[in-house]
């Protein structure tokens, strides 16, 4: 079958290879690729700044963000029908912590986690490939062009579900919200948040009128770019917030972020962010803030299988109140053939995706 694979450390390695078709034992699935979403981690595993293949291999097949149909089932497998459409969960646990002992392996202490696509795990951008029916979501027919975007939106249905226990200190009924970024996790996390009935604003680097400000003004929130205005206009603009949610893939906007909120907001941390940038902050100021305020702030990242589940209920709900608007985020499509064009951003994507057959 085909793969796209990389050597994992090894600069823009990515590479179309012919690889065996995974064989399953008793207790696994074997899924037929239908659709694989890009994301900033692919491209920079690609790059070579991470990534690890699986024990003595030498490559790694990528994609983590995954949808297909069963076309195998071990013997001892209940539950999985061939046929059926499932999405993969991209953590595993490790042998030691308790989090992972207890289910939550996007909580893991010790750092030793799998992760299909990225981590000692191959993924799914390939012909097929395999999993145990534990990591499978089931998805309803009627979301299967759209079920590559389950991924992304696990990890926001974690960051408001988190927020939301956090703030079980106190009496918090959220209204406002403000989200950093417009990429696929950015109208994601807006979705939900207006699904929830929260009064929405975005901030973003494109001006209005493109296909990310489209959407967003579709689903009933405010655009807000910063290319006509200074961030420092935009928070002011917007005022006091009770939930924000950082997800441009900037740093320095992960501070901004930080004073927007208003006593007793919460801040989400959701962009992972290589490299040295520094930066001046106002220590003093935000520590005041924060201890005066009760504010909050916290990262987070990837999603428990809980997460997946809501967001398959979460995905239904967007279809039927915005159905336009899902399929409209995904932008561009590709063969694995041409994996290479696909990887290149283009500034008007939000998903772009590898469909294998």
């Not at 406002?176 to 009064?199: T, V």
Request: hydrophobic share 40%; with cysteine; proline share 4%.
């Amino acid at each position: 079958m085909k793969a796209i694979t990389v050597i994992p450390g090894e600069k823009y390695s990515a590479d179309l290879r012919d690889v065996p078709i995974p064989s399953i034992n008793e207790n696994e699935v074997l899924i037929r690729s239908t659709q694989v979403g890009i994301c900033g981690t692919d491209r920079e595993i690609h790059e070579g700044l991470y990534g690890t293949a699986p024990k003595n291999e030498q490559y790694l097949i990528l994609g983590h963000e995954s949808s297909g149909v069963v076309a195998k089932v071990g013997k001892n497998v209940s539950g999985i029908s061939i046929g059926q459409r499932v999405v993969r969960l991209v953590r595993r646990p490790c042998s030691g912590c308790e989090n992972c002992n207890t289910g939550m392996n996007d909580m893991c202490s010790t750092g030793n986690f799998i992760e299909s696509g990225i981590k000692e795990l191959h993924g799914s951008m390939a012909e097929y490939f395999k999993d145990q029916s534990e990591y499978l979501i089931s998805i309803p027919h009627e979301l299967c062009e759209v079920s590559v975007l389950l991924e992304p939106l696990s990890v926001v249905e974690k960051a408001y579900r988190q927020a939301k226990e956090i703030q079980q200190r106190l009496s918090w009924k959220p209204k406002k919200a403000l989200i950093m970024g417009a990429g696929p996790i950015g109208i994601l996390q807006a979705m939900l948040l207006r699904d929830s009935g929260l009064d929405v604003s975005v901030v973003a680097r494109s001006l209005p009128g493109n296909r990310k400000s489209k959407i967003i003004e579709k689903i009933g929130a405010q655009y807000l770019s910063t290319s006509l205005y200074s961030l420092d206009a935009i928070l002011k603009s917007v005022g006091k917030v009770d939930f924000v949610v950082e997800a441009s893939g900037d740093s320095q906007l992960a501070f901004d972020a930080m004073s927007a909120i208003g006593n007793n907001g919460v801040v989400c941390l959701t962009s992972i962010t290589g490299g040295e940038k520094e930066i001046t902050i106002p220590a003093d100021k935000i520590n005041l803030d924060y201890v005066l305020g009760n504010k909050v702030a916290f990262g987070t990242v990837n999603a428990n299988q809980r997460d997946y589940v809501q967001g398959v209920r979460s995905l239904e709900r967007f279809m039927n109140q915005w159905p336009e608007v899902l399929p409209d985020m995904i932008t561009r499509r590709f063969p694995l053939v041409q994996f290479e064009q696909a990887f290149q951003l283009m500034s008007d994507d939000i998903k772009v995706i590898l469909k294998p057959f």
